[in-house]
């Protein structure tokens, strides 16, 4: 199938040009709480929905993070954007690494906030069933969502994410897309990169660990950085967007002035 240029939006108008992946349970509105308070002198960020989410919704696909690497470096493309940073969340994050295995001369600078790891994310039978279950079931998503935040969040947020979820995506995609993410196996395509690559790790989020990342991510970039946010889960855009924008554009703008046509940007 051929590279879709995915439904996306500007924001900033900076020479560093970003473009950011959403995760499994959420379309490109998981940034909108860091929206307000992005640098947009330094950057321009480029907020994508990956086929089956938001806007693309109903676009056909594999539903695979091989294909949604293709359809981002295709927005590059279509953007005139020949070089570029990839922000990726969670399943966005193992996109995000995808991307750096097909085209590595056109990343500046890879981050993953709560990534999952190139080499995917074997479950236990029982908390595999929860995930496979999760394309139809509000119940499975909201106990998901609250296992990798601690169970520390309030039951509205928790409802209220749930609910985002399941109107931003298609269930059959959805279920195609965790096939993709959890069982498949590319860190071959990574191991040894020198990318820039900082890992973001929220210290409440039980699965994605700092410890799973250092075993995998820091072993296989090396030029990776770590930085764990101490009251955060899973879901850092929501939970601690300050100082989640503060940890992202220190680490993209650290290599502004080197950049041909870079220029750096206002202090963090």
Do not use: C
């Not at 499975?140 to 039951?155: E, K, L, M, V, Y």
């Amino acid at each position: 199938m051929s590279p879709l240029v995915l439904p996306h939006s500007l924001h900033g108008a900076g020479p560093h040009k970003v473009i950011a992946v959403h995760g499994w349970f959420a379309d490109r509105s998981a940034y909108d709480p860091l929206l307000a308070d992005l640098d947009r002198e330094a950057f321009q960020y480029a907020m994508v929905d990956l086929r089956g989410y938001g806007e693309a919704r109903d676009a056909p696909g594999a539903f695979t993070t091989a294909e949604g690497a293709e359809d981002v470096i295709a927005l590059a493309d279509h953007l005139g954007w020949r070089r570029f940073s990839v922000i990726g969340h969670s399943m966005g994050g193992s996109v995000a690494q995808r991307v750096v295995a097909l085209a590595p001369e056109r990343v500046r600078r890879l981050v993953g906030v709560s990534p999952v790891p190139a080499s995917g994310l074997p479950l236990p039978p029982e908390q595999h069933e929860l995930f496979d279950g999760a394309a139809r079931s509000p119940g499975n998503r909201r106990a998901i969502i609250d296992f990798t935040t601690g169970s520390r969040r309030p039951a509205a947020w928790l409802d209220r994410m749930v609910r985002g979820s399941m109107e931003r995506s298609d269930p059959a995609a959805f279920h195609a897309w965790f096939a993709s993410w959890a069982g498949e196996d590319f860190h071959g395509g990574v191991d040894g990169s020198t990318v820039p690559a900082l890992v973001v790790v929220g210290a409440l989020d039980p699965a994605l660990t700092a410890g799973v990342q250092r075993g995998t991510w820091m072993r296989w970039f090396k030029r990776g950085e770590l930085v764990e946010l101490v009251s955060a889960g899973h879901y850092a855009m929501d939970e601690t967007p300050l100082e989640l924008i503060r940890a992202v554009e220190d680490f993209l703008r650290a290599d502004d002035a080197e950049e041909p046509g870079g220029g750096g940007g206002r202090a963090g």
